[in-house]
């Protein structure tokens, strides 16, 4: 996404860059975790994969705004319903699937390891 993002020629928001930093981050951690086995190392790549899924959604939520500017109340979450289902944007959509699940596998794996 980021290299379709790039290739639009258009200014980057530095969130997008904070976005990856911290994923990249949490599959440092998750390495570690991985590679070593200290758990504190899983529950800290999953803290960090916290940050990175609101600093997604943070970019997600502005950039629907940015392009819709009149919509009020609770529009957002009904637009955002109408795409996942209607796949108008299937990047993002996989995007979101991969995040969800890799955020419950890695809670998953923390709790186990516990």
């Not at 200014?11 to 504190?40: C, D, E, K, M, Q």
């Not at 970019?59 to 795409?83: C, D, F, I, S, V």
């Not at 289902?85 to 979101?96: D, I």
């Amino acid at each position: 996404m980021l290299v379709r993002l790039l290739r639009a020629r258009r200014r980057v928001p530095p969130l997008a860059y904070f976005h990856l930093a911290t994923a990249l981050v949490s599959l440092g951690f998750w390495i570690g975790f991985v590679a070593a086995g200290p758990v504190v190392l899983a529950w800290i790549g999953w803290a960090v994969l916290n940050l990175t899924n609101g600093l997604g959604d943070t970019l997600l939520t502005k950039g629907w705004r940015k392009r819709n500017p009149a919509a009020a109340g609770n529009a957002y979450l009904k637009a955002a319903t109408e795409a996942v289902f209607t796949t108008k944007r299937p990047l993002p959509l996989v995007h979101g699937i991969l995040a969800g699940g890799t955020y419950f596998t890695a809670l998953a794996a923390a709790l186990i390891s516990s």
